[in-house]
């Protein structure tokens, strides 16, 4: 009962529910290198690298911000402001989780376990970007669209400069949502001098970046049809994705922010399990 607990103490602490959005796309990568379905013990390392991987840049942000989280209202009812989770409990669970992606890097080739470092290096930067500066929405981007690239090298060996348009739509994509997340968060960044798009543009003209951001990635996701030969079927997929993404941003207004945790998670948690979806059947298919 007490180790249950302790468990989820830890999930809620790095928002595991939360994988739902790179871990698709990871996927949606591994079919387009394999052009098919990659072999089970691809498939599982490249859940293994991702779960660690995030779940460590998660604990680590964590400890990083814990004297920021303790003081926003917002945020300081999470496990380390409680004390729930205990700071070197959570340096622990970090490690671990870092260890299982270098780990699963080794067990899928070389490439991957030379690269590893350099991975765990921007997932741990990200969390000091809010520090100096208001550019830390792309920052989360560029270190979630690292799962594209290292699928792509988990199942093919090696780099393709081709898998970087998925990972640009997904730059653009995080630092979109990243961007309506921190609306709940301006007046404290501004109190506390926290850098964000929010805190420098206000919420009008952040809403307008965040969707300038997302007609960005919905025309990276497009120009993937004719770059990897993708059919009718992904296509279908995309449109989909796009309208999810109105929908977002029609949840999401200057004068009601009301929505914005149904906007965050619900639909961005939709849209990359949709394009995954549909990228599958295409190869399916």
Known sequence: MILGKKIADYLRLIKFSHSIFALPFAFTSALIAAEGIPSLHQVFWITVAMLGGRSGAMGMNRIIDRKIDALNPRTKDRELPRGVVKSGEALGFTIFAFALLVLAAYQLNPLCLQLSPLVVLVLVTYSYTKRFTWLCHLVLGIALSLAPIGAWIAVTGTFDGRILILSLAIIFWVAGFDILYGLQDVDFDRQYGIYSIPKVFGIGPSLWIARIFHCITIGLLFTMISIFNLSVFYGTGIVIATSLLLYEHVLVRPDDLSKLN????????????????????????
């Open 262 to 285: 149904m906007a965050f998670f619900n639909m961005n948690g939709y849209i990359s399990v949709t394009v995954f979806v549909f990228t599958l059947i295409d190869y399916l298919v």
